[in-house]
């Protein structure tokens, strides 16, 4: 009996390992790129709109088919859609490294979002199933330092790779690392049992592809084209109209996309609507400034790698204990303390960010903004699978990963059209990569004075989500006292 056990813990591991890899492959491109964009910019000639397309494509395409990856999960098998989108993700970065043209280049980026989507969708619900409720906060823990990781690692990956070899090496190296995965996933990851008995909802698919697509369709056109152009607001506008029927449909069909019941739980939505808000935080301010120190300080791709590595360190640090005080703590407490101590950072960075700021001063607050974002993260998808069903555990963790992308979205769009709202096209080319002399003065004060006002919003958001949290919560108090 004492050996079985050893044998399902060993397996449980396996699986946190072979999860853990390829969410760190997919997070691995995506901050990689960030420091990347402007050398990839540059060799394919690309205008500014390609340029945000080729960074913005992988977490728009990833976000309109998540969600209804995590139902497929749920019906058809986890390691089916797991295996198959690591297979094609890895396809898609060798694609991408031979790329010769911006169009070209930007196909292949879809494609491996499409690719990332399956295993995004997939990696927290197979370490809940692997882990049960009872060991899930640390597994999931496990996960996020994980992502965190990827954080420290593709920055300084990409501006190394980068300014040593070229950037077509920073794909092509994915491939063999890929490959390796997805052989280790095939031979640990359990075949589970999948829900035949349910019917894939095809309407509630098709209207929520139209209306995610079209919300971060126009999010990602406002920084370009700004927030009142009749574009933006035309597919915003039919996203949510689309969105709304989308929630009709769900309340009548009987094996709708997105079980309505999800949401009637006030501590799972409240933690549905933190992600949302601290997602908006997690990658804006990471871009901005790796962009910022190129275009104002004059600093290389590997050296702005550097001066951003501190956020995902104290990520790294925050996601484990954070998971393991699950056990003693309220999930909800600690992500309050979290969203709190996110937004003092980005209100610190916001006051103190300057061409010449210090080493120092940029690394602590970086490092203070990483520590918050893993303790939020763990002990708020903790909150969101733990008390879930196993047969809706891969749509909740959907809905999650949508709302996370989302904010993602929403966060990056807003905080380039906030940060570069006062300068011309010519300098916003200069900032995306296609080169040129360089800002001029005023064009570098108007673009601090942008910057800052980017990094107070986002704080303001972090502020106004741990509110939320500890209001839910001290809701759910008084009804338990009544």
Avoid at 331 to 345: H, K, N, Q, T
Avoid at 362 to 377: H, K
Wanted: hydrophobic fraction near 55%; include cysteine; charge should be positive.
């Amino acid at each position: 009996m004492a050996g079985d056990d050893h044998d399902a813990g060993r397996a449980d591991w396996a699986v946190l390992v072979a999860a853990s890899s390829g969410a760190l492959l997919c997070f691995l491109n995506l901050s990689a790129l960030n420091v990347a964009l402007p050398a990839v910019a540059r060799s394919l000639h690309a205008s500014p709109t390609q340029a945000s397309w080729i960074l913005l494509s992988y977490m728009l395409v990833s976000t309109v088919c998540i969600l209804s990856f995590g139902r497929l999960a749920d019906l058809w098998g986890r390691r089916r859609l797991f295996l198959a989108g690591l297979w094609l993700f890895v396809a898609a970065c060798a694609a991408c490294a031979l790329a010769p043209t911006a169009e070209l280049m930007l196909a292949s980026r879809i494609a491996q979002a499409v690719g990332a989507a399956g295993v995004m969708a997939n990696a927290s619900a197979l370490v809940g199933d692997a882990f049960g409720r009872r060991r899930m906060g640390l597994a999931l823990g496990v996960l996020a330092m994980v992502a965190a990781l990827a954080q420290v690692v593709g920055p300084l990956a990409g501006g190394f790779v980068v300014s040593w070899w070229g950037w077509r090496v920073l794909f092509m190296l994915n491939v063999p690392i890929g490959l390796g995965v997805l052989a280790w996933s095939w031979k640990v990851l359990p075949k589970g049992a999948a829900a035949r008995a349910e019917r894939f909802d095809l309407a509630g698919a098709a209207l929520s592809l139209v209306g995610i697509g079209c919300v971060t369709y126009a999010l990602s056109m406002a920084g370009t084209r700004g927030w009142t152009s009749t574009p933006v607001w035309a597919f915003m506008l039919a996203g949510l109209c689309a969105i709304a029927l989308f929630s009709g449909v769900q309340m009548r069909v009987a094996s709708p996309l997105v079980d309505p019941s999800l949401f009637s739980d006030p501590g799972r939505r409240t933690a549905y609507a933190g992600i949302l808000l601290l997602s908006m935080t997690q990658a804006a301010p990471l871009l901005l400034v790796a962009l910022y120190l190129q275009a104002c300080a004059g600093l290389q791709p590997s050296q702005a790698g550097l001066r951003i590595a501190p956020v995902a360190f104290g990520m790294l640090m925050a996601a484990p204990v954070a998971g393991a005080l699950t056990r003693r703590f309220r999930p909800e407490s600690i992500c309050v303390g979290g969203m709190l101590l996110a937004g003092c950072a980005l209100a610190l960075l916001a006051a103190l960010l300057q061409p010449a700021i210090g080493t120092v001063q940029l690394s602590l607050c970086l490092w203070m903004l990483g520590l918050g974002i893993g303790s939020f993260v763990t002990p708020n998808n903790t909150s969101i699978l733990q008390n879930v069903v196993p047969q809706r555990r891969g749509i909740a963790n959907g809905v999650r990963s949508t709302l996370q992308n989302t904010g993602i979205m929403i966060g990056t769009a807003l905080t380039l059209s906030v940060a570069m709202a006062q300068l011309p096209s010519g300098s916003q080319r200069m900032i995306l990569g296609n080169g040129g002399p360089g800002l001029s003065n005023p064009d570098v004060a108007a673009f601090t004075q942008g910057a800052s006002s980017a990094l107070v919003l986002l704080a303001v958001l972090c502020f106004a989500g741990a509110a939320l949290i500890a209001n839910t919560r001290r809701q759910a108090s008084r009804l338990q006292s009544a």
